[in-house]
């Protein structure tokens, strides 16, 4: 794989980093609406649950969204490193 293919398949994986941000937040906007029903309904169970559940989804997205980070950097580096500005279009 030359050094373009890589930075092809960077940028893809970097896309379907934000994708799955956007699909925990989606999860978590969710999770909120369920709770905000239940104030009128008054399970308990869901009481019990769903802010472990909102937890876990929060430490998922920080997760997801401080590996996304660390990845645009090492993309970025990878960028720079291998002198790619000459052989790519910015216009493109």
Partial sequence: MNKLQQLDLMDKVQRELEDLK?????????????????ITLGVSLLDDKLPELE????????TTS???????????KFFSDNNLAATVDPTA
Avoid: G, M, P, Y
């Avoid at 937890?55 to 920080?62: D, F, G, P, R, Y």
């Fill in 55 to 62: 937890e876990q989804v929060n430490a998922t997205l920080k």
């Fill in 66 to 76: 401080d590996l996304s980070e660390v990845f645009a950097e090492h993309r970025t």
């Fill in 22 to 38: 956007n699909s925990q937040k989606s999860i978590l906007k969710k999770v909120s609406q369920i709770a905000a029903h239940n």
